[in-house]
């Protein structure tokens, strides 16, 4: 697989994340931005939409399934992705598989995609110059703000070959 592509998002206002607090804070500043002519984008979605956009240019599928929670999960849905649940989830030979670098993934979903033969087929980067984070994914973790280093969010996808051998 070649090296990851990376987008530069341009933007005034940047929210990182989608869940609760991420979505009230990109409602209010898009409300707020409006009238000043500012962009604003919620990385969350940004990583759909260039899933979105990677997918198109590719073999169709029947199904596009996503691997997350919070904004990533309201954003794929809002795209026609489908969730990856344990023991529910029926992949077809050809269908796409979206995943970020995400904490979201117990061990019952990952027990799951074992079950499959996933090829990876492209991976992205999502870059912003905010250099600041807080936490890896879940509230009251006790990590502080710190510098961010590298991408914001990494993405990758896969195309499900069929049941693993």
Known sequence: ?????????ECDVLIIG???????????????????????????????????RTIASMPPADNTWYLGRWGLQFYG???????????????QPGDWLVTTDSVYAPEPVLAHLRRYH???????????????????????TGIPIHHQQGPRRRVKIYRIEGLAG
């Open 1 to 9: 697989m070649r090296e990851p592509e990376t987008e530069v998002v």
């Open 77 to 91: 849905e809002q795209a026609g992705m489908k969730p990856v649940l344990p023991d529910e989830s029926v992949f």
């Open 118 to 140: 996933l090829v990876p087929v492209a991976e992205f980067a999502l870059e912003d110059a905010f250099p600041l984070s807080t936490m890896l994914g879940y509230y009251n």
């Open 18 to 52: 989608g869940g609760m607090a991420g979505t009230g804070a990109a409602f209010e500043a898009a409300y707020w931005a409006k009238e000043k002519g500012l962009r604003v984008v919620i990385v969350e979605k940004a990583a759909i939409e260039k899933s979105k």
